[in-house]
């Protein structure tokens, strides 16, 4: 019965099969072909055309007739502001406005901006423009030249509103009579939420008596004692300014600016206080500060006023100021105390003072942990006079004059403090005394002091630390320089130095105008009072046949090279000595012919070009010209690069030879003592020069040369850079190690035509200053030498 039922489902099986094979034979390939068109169709359907049939594939109809072709509403490009509290809305706290006169302006508004402009953010300073002076020492001055006496102080208003209002978020509008406690008011102010609006200050009728007559602005903040107002206000204040003007009828300013704050904020009157803070102010009435300040001092309502008022001469300003610094002074002292008596209490000795994060001095950062070796700040030790290990040259230096004022001070200041602890101590003498110089902290101070303990009857040695923690940190403005600038290079050369000019060209050649570099060479030449100058004697031939062969190779580059030629006195035409290979200047002990080489040259260059003073001896790259042009600006700041000085590897053998690597201990060192580079803008030069031209006379000529000789001033100006110094004036003089400066390349000449070394034997530097000497190889390379030398001797004589 089972396999008769699995055949009968193979049958059904085959049949199905069969009958689809011949339907699919029989049926037509197009459909449409059996169906009938309807004679309903519809309009759509015509619209597909004739190619639209049943089973093809859909393709989208776009109708674009009246539709628009151009976006509605077109997308808006976001410029954000170039500051974040400009786009966060952060605003400085406090701007005061001061209404004063002309009369008062060297007198009253002065000392209101040496007393308080510190304090605040901003401070102005508004008077009658009808017959301003233009001498005036005080630079924050708005005038007006609308002297209506009952519309000034919407001026005042509409300054403010039209330059000042989306930067402060408060504006106290006060008369010169009155004196500012800035920092109480900035204080308070900072504890009131800025979305209100404020109109704050002292009611006029609040210092009245209770007998007298209230006048009309009774209720009105009154002027003299200062007004509050928040930006909001101000805000309001312009969009009714008409009305305002139009109804200040009376000289009352009080009053204007009270009816005015009425109508536009709808605040009734005066506020004393909002959120509980208090813009308080005290009247002095029959008190005299010069007379009275002892008693004053006495009332909590003095002490704690915003604005004391009025005030008629400069100096109560000052005596003001003094008693409310020191009272603020007393204040943060408590403050600090509290602070260290709280730390003390939570530790309560059982937690360690970093992780409390105490540190001493209190507000004082600790110095940044060293990441290497290398940034270790080392201690120096010192005396009163001198200070030893200085640098890893110089084993004993004299302390300058500031450094020992401020070592004598500093051991002034730790002998009272050592007698305010220890009454019975005596001081005798100075054990010892360390300094190290941190960025973050300051300077740090170690003294080991002697004393004599009377109590005990003998000597004791007491150790104290002393810390002078960086003040107020400022940023130098500076101005706007590019790097596109172009740099006149002059090099000065001696009859002995020109083989390394003829390598400096060379250089200068591959550098520069190859790179069509925006600069300008001139060569500069020293002629002996009996040298030749021209023909083929001319000692100075080749470097003027190689200027001139470059010049016209790099003609339509812009490129060019000239010389001046200048002719030294007999008194300076002595013949070259060899021991001056051994100093770093390339003038040896001539430094001041640098002053003839700039004042000569400069005649033919012009005052507003950028010039820089070179060294036939220095090597450089494209990038060092950069930082010359980014950091010698005109009227602002004269760039003195520190060049690095090669040791002669080649001759020595005690390093290897590289003179594309970097800078290392081992191949050079930065040579401090070298002045030689220099670069400044020739207007900024001359300015100094004719300051300074009572000590160093001006070379106009080559006759002038003969007036240096007998500059020998011991303490005199040695080189240009320290002639911006001496000159008192507004240059800064950056002094700065410069990698990609180097120098020596002319003792590196000279050891390569004695390979021997017998020249070199007989050799003496003839500074005074060891640092102004060359030297050949690192105190560790000689120290190495030495020993492998003994070492060799040593086995010598066990040999024998």
């Known amino acids: 019965m089972w396999k008769l039922c699995n055949i009968s489902r193979n049958q059904y099986f085959l049949i199905g099969l069969l009958v689809g094979f011949l339907y699919s034979y029989y049926m037509p390939q197009d459909l449409t072909e059996i169906v009938t068109e309807c004679p309903e169709a519809t309009e759509k359907e015509h619209l597909l055309g004739e190619e639209a049939k049943y089973g093809s594939e859909f393709e989208p109809q776009l109708n674009l007739e009246q539709k628009p072709m151009i976006a509605k509403k077109q997308v808006k490009n976001i410029v954000r502001p170039r500051y974040y509290y400009t786009?966060?809305?952060?605003?400085?706290?406090?701007?005061?406005?001061?209404?004063?006169?002309?009369?008062?302006?060297?007198?009253?508004?002065?000392?209101?901006?040496?007393?308080?402009?510190?304090?605040?953010?901003?401070?102005?300073?508004?008077?009658?423009?009808?017959?301003?002076?233009?001498?005036?020492?005080?630079?924050?001055?708005?005038?007006?030249?609308?002297?209506?006496?009952?519309l000034r102080p919407f001026h005042v208003l509409k300054y403010i509103a039209d330059n000042y209002l989306d930067d402060y978020d408060y504006f106290l509008l006060v008369t010169d009579t009155g004196y500012i406690n800035a920092r109480l008011l900035k204080e308070r102010l900072s504890h009131i939420s800025i979305s209100f609006d404020i109109y704050m200050g002292t009611a006029h009728g609040a210092t009245l008596h209770e007998d007298e007559d209230r006048p009309a602005d009774s209720q009105y903040c009154d002027l003299h004692a200062g007004i509050v107002l928040s930006s909001s206000v101000i805000r309001k204040i312009r969009a009714n300014l008409d009305w305002c003007v139009r109804n200040a009828a009376s000289n009352q300013h009080n009053l204007n600016i009270g009816r005015c704050v009425k109508y536009s904020s709808k605040i009734?009157?005066?506020?004393?206080?909002?959120?509980?803070?208090?813009?308080?102010?005290?009247?002095?009435?029959?008190?005299?500060?010069?007379?009275?300040?002892?008693?004053?001092?006495?009332?909590?309502?003095?002490?704690?006023?915003?604005?004391?008022?009025?005030?008629?001469?400069?100096?109560?300003?000052?005596?003001?100021?003094?008693?409310?610094?020191?009272?603020?002074?007393?204040?943060?002292?408590?403050?600090?105390?509290?602070?260290?008596d709280q730390a003390s209490t939570i530790s309560n000795g059982t937690l360690p003072n970093d992780v409390l994060e105490v540190r001493w001095p209190l507000g004082v950062p600790k110095p940044n942990p060293p990441e290497s070796r290398h940034d270790i700040v080392p201690w120096t030790h010192l005396n009163l006079t001198h200070s030893f290990m200085w640098n890893s040259e110089l084993n004993v230096?004299?302390?300058?004059?500031?450094?020992?004022?401020?070592?004598?001070?500093?051991?002034?200041?730790?002998?009272?403090?050592?007698?305010?602890?220890?009454?019975?101590?005596?001081?005798?003498?100075?054990?010892?005394?360390?300094?190290?110089?941190?960025?973050?902290?300051?300077?740090?101070?170690?003294?080991?002091?002697?004393?004599?303990d009377r109590k005990r009857r003998q000597p004791v040695l007491k150790s104290f630390e002393v810390v002078k923690p960086i003040g107020l940190i400022e940023i130098v403005p500076s101005p706007y320089v590019?790097?596109?600038?172009?740099?006149?290079?002059?090099?000065?050369?001696?009859?002995?130095?020109?083989?390394?000019?003829?390598?400096?060209?060379?250089?200068?050649?591959?550098?520069?105008?190859?790179?069509?570099?925006?600069?300008?060479?001139?060569?500069?030449?020293?002629?002996?009072?009996?040298?030749?100058?021209?023909?083929?004697?001319?000692?100075?031939?080749?470097?003027?046949?190689?200027?001139?062969?470059?010049?016209?190779?790099?003609?339509?580059?812009?490129?060019?090279?000239?010389?001046?030629?200048?002719?030294?006195?007999?008194?300076?035409?002595?013949?070259?000595?060899?021991?001056?290979?051994?100093?770093?200047?390339?003038?040896?002990?001539?430094?001041?012919?640098?002053?003839v080489a700039t004042d000569l040259a400069l005649r033919k260059i012009g005052l507003d070009s950028l010039v820089m003073i070179c060294s036939s001896s220095a090597t450089f790259r494209s990038d060092f010209l950069n930082r010359v042009r980014m950091n010698t600006i005109a009227g602002f700041q004269v760039f003195s690069p520190i060049g690095f000085t090669m040791y002669p590897c080649r001759w020595t053998k005690l390093c290897k030879e590289c003179d594309g690597c970097d800078v290392g201990q081992s191949s050079g060192y930065f040579d401090r003592a070298n002045y030689d580079v220099v670069s400044f803008y020739s207007r900024d030069y001359v300015e100094s020069r004719k300051l300074l031209e009572q000590q160093l006379p001006i070379v106009r000529s080559d006759r002038d040369i003969v007036n240096l000789v007998n500059y020998t001033q011991e303490d005199g100006i040695q080189n240009v850079a320290e002639l911006f110094v001496r000159a008192n004036t507004k240059i800064h003089v950056l002094r700065g190690i410069e990698p990609n400066l180097r120098l020596g390349r002319a003792i590196e000449n000279f050891l390569a035509s004695d390979p021997e070394g017998e020249q070199l034997t007989a050799l003496r530097c003839e500074e005074s200053n060891e640092e102004r000497c060359v030297r050949i190889a690192s105190k560790k390379q000689i120290g190495d030498v030495l020993v492998q030398y003994g070492n060799s001797q040593q086995e010598n004589e066990v040999k024998r």
Request: with cysteine; proline share 4%.
């Open 397 to 452: 230096r004299p302390l300058s004059t500031v450094d020992a004022e401020d070592m004598q001070n500093i051991l002034n200041k730790t002998i009272l403090e050592a007698f305010r602890t220890n009454p019975h101590l005596e001081y005798r003498s100075i054990h010892s005394a360390y300094r190290k110089f941190d960025a973050v902290r300051g300077m740090d101070y170690r003294m080991h002091l002697n004393f004599y």
């Open 268 to 340: 009734d009157g005066c506020q004393p206080s909002w959120q509980d803070i208090n813009v308080t102010s005290y009247k002095l009435n029959s008190y005299k500060i010069y007379r009275d300040l002892h008693l004053i001092k006495r009332e909590d309502a003095f002490n704690k006023a915003s604005v004391v008022y009025p005030i008629t001469t400069a100096d109560d300003f000052y005596l003001l100021h003094a008693y409310f610094s020191r009272v603020h002074l007393e204040r943060i002292n408590q403050q600090k105390q509290q602070i260290h």
């Open 87 to 150: 786009e966060l809305g952060i605003r400085e706290k406090l701007f005061v406005g001061v209404m004063t006169t002309q009369e008062n302006i060297d007198s009253l508004a002065t000392a209101i901006n040496k007393t308080s402009a510190h304090l605040v953010n901003k401070i102005k300073f508004f008077i009658n423009a009808d017959n301003v002076k233009t001498n005036f020492k005080l630079k924050n001055i708005v005038g007006f030249t609308d002297t209506r006496e009952n």
């Open 482 to 595: 590019t790097e596109s600038t172009r740099i006149a290079i002059l090099l000065p050369t001696f009859e002995h130095q020109v083989p390394e000019a003829l390598q400096f060209v060379q250089s200068y050649e591959r550098v520069c105008m190859d790179n069509q570099d925006n600069t300008f060479l001139m060569l500069i030449f020293y002629y002996r009072a009996d040298t030749p100058s021209k023909g083929d004697e001319d000692v100075f031939l080749p470097l003027k046949n190689l200027a001139l062969g470059l010049t016209d190779k790099h003609k339509q580059d812009g490129s060019r090279i000239a010389w001046v030629s200048i002719r030294l006195p007999p008194e300076l035409s002595a013949p070259f000595n060899l021991n001056h290979l051994y100093s770093t200047s390339l003038y040896g002990p001539n430094q001041l012919l640098s002053f």
